[in-house]
């Protein structure tokens, strides 16, 4: 007799592994699509510390990064305003002055750099036109300026001492001459000049006093040995010499061409322009009679240039704080956009004292009454302002800048390393451009969000609308709610054939 079926309940079910022990299965769907089983744990000790220090220098950076660019879009939204002023047809806009030179120690794309980065947007901003002065080598931007000087001078009437070296006329005054006789006028405002550089800003007051205080014709030259052409005077010869020379003038002889003589090429210069005077010569020397009572205001700029393997510490931290610098040109910048206030650089009285403190007599004691009655503490003279401006670059600047003229060339100009020389005649007439009260006030608002000079609306644009109905608006889909069209309608009135 067959046996009965047994019910399901008591159908012998496969053993389940208890929980907890064994390995776990994992995703079924993973499993089928042959996927490799993915078990979170946390890092090895080597990986924690890779993650760690690329994940902060990441974060560090791109922190940076941003509020740099927040650092510029301020300032350049407080000049955006420029260029939207309308100008005459007739008048020509502003330019300003870029007096940029490569570093101590390094080459001239870096100063370029620089100027890309930090101060371009802010005149791009600004609808600024500029013109740029550069300097691959040490002393180019002094010799640049001061033949622009001189050339102003010659502009205004003064005339060289011998007319026949600059009776050519270049292209740049051929044209300003065709723009007078169709009535084009200059600004009428202060261009401004832009140094870049404690290095460049030694050669920009070297160039402002040999323009101004130097004459138009360039010193004569000292003559060389070699062009010393006295006759020698005549060998004696011997009776055996004549006697041999009678012998070999009954040999015939041949007849040998003389070289041709090739015309003397004009050698490029090796160097730039050698200066026309020196600085101590600026108390003997009269300044230009076409010297104006106020120069061109100028803006000094901080350029750091820090070279050297053992220096990798603070270039790796300035690279990670660039927003600071940002912010610091940026202001600098837009006080020479605006140009709204200027200010004359300040200088301080310098004393000597002829007691030495050091011997028995002298000491603080002896610079009482009788020191100041006998004469002991006089005024040596002034320290300007534009003198300590950005000195401590100096101690920065690469060792091969320090380095002795080589043999033959001891006379050569290092106007970086010489201590900065200034004429007060020079000194006074220098301005400075300077951000007004206003303008601070503003560029914090701008910092704030609360305004923008971007078209007068606040930066960010309307708050009181939601993010949707901003976004419709920036494509072009919500201009109906403030009465306006869309945005490829606004314009588009009436007809198309009016």
Not at 256 to 277: F, Q, R
Not at 459 to 486: F, N, P, Y
Request: proline letters at 10%; charged letters at 30%.
């Amino acid at each position: 007799m067959a046996d009965k079926p047994k019910p399901a309940d008591e159908i012998a079910k496969p053993a389940m592994p208890a929980r907890g022990t064994g390995a776990p299965e994992g995703n079924p769907v993973f499993r089928m699509m042959g996927l490799p089983r993915f078990r979170f744990k946390l890092p090895s000790r080597n990986w924690l510390i890779f993650l760690s220090i690329t994940g902060s220098f990441t974060t560090a950076l791109f922190y940076d990064k941003h509020h740099k660019k927040k650092a510029q879009q301020k300032w350049c939204n407080l000049v955006s305003h420029l260029a939207r002023e309308p100008l005459a047809v007739n008048q020509m806009p502003r330019k300003i002055t870029i007096f940029l030179s490569a570093p101590p120690g390094d080459g001239l794309r870096s100063a370029r750099e620089y100027f890309q980065e930090y101060v371009k947007p802010v005149l791009v901003a600004a609808a600024l036109d500029w013109d740029v002065v550069e300097g691959r080598r040490e002393g180019e931007v002094r010799a640049g300026l001061a033949e622009k000087v001189r050339k102003l001078r010659r502009k205004k009437g003064e005339k060289p001492e011998t007319e026949s070296q600059h009776a050519e006329e270049d292209a740049e005054d051929a044209i300003d001459r065709v723009r007078q006789s169709v009535g084009v006028r200059d600004w009428n405002g202060a261009n401004g000049d832009l140094v870049i550089g404690r290095h460049t800003w030694k050669e920009y007051i070297r160039g402002l006093h040999e323009g101004w205080l130097g004459p138009l014709n360039p010193p004569p030259e000292a003559p060389s040995p070699s062009s010393d052409n006295t006759p020698l005077d005549p060998i004696p010869t011997t009776d055996a010499q004549d006697s041999s020379q009678r012998d070999t003038t009954a040999l015939p002889t041949e007849t040998v061409e003389a070289p041709k003589p090739t015309p003397d090429k004009p050698k490029k210069p090796s160097g730039p322009i050698p200066p026309y005077i020196n600085p101590s010569q600026y108390p003997t020397l009269s300044i230009a009679p076409t010297a104006p009572s106020i120069l061109p205001p100028s803006t000094l700029l901080p350029f750091p240039h820090l070279l050297g393997f053992f220096n990798t510490p603070i270039r790796i931290y300035r690279f990670l704080t660039r927003r600071q610098l940002a912010d610091r040109v940026g202001h600098d910048v837009a006080a020479l956009v605006l140009g709204t206030y200027t200010r004359p650089y300040g200088a301080t009285s310098e004393f000597s004292s002829s007691i030495d403190p050091d011997s028995p007599s002298g000491g603080p004691m002896a610079l009482g009454s009788a020191g100041l009655e006998g004469g002991s503490i006089v005024e040596s003279g002034k320290r300007w302002e534009q003198q300590g401006l950005l000195e401590d670059e100096e101690q920065e600047w690469h060792k091969s800048a320090r380095k002795p003229n080589p043999a033959g060339e001891e006379g050569k100009e290092r106007v970086w390393l010489e201590d900065m020389v200034m004429d007060e005649r020079i000194g006074a007439r220098m301005r400075a451009f300077e951000l007004g009260p206003e303008e601070e006030a503003k560029a914090v608002r701008i910092t704030n969000g609360v305004e923008s000079d971007v078209d007068g609306e606040r930066e960010g644009g309307d708050r009181s609308q939601g993010i949707g109905q901003r976004m419709k608006t920036l494509v072009g889909w919500g201009g109906d709610q403030d009465g306006k069209g869309k945005g490829w309608e606004q314009g588009l009135v009436g007809d198309e054939g009016e």
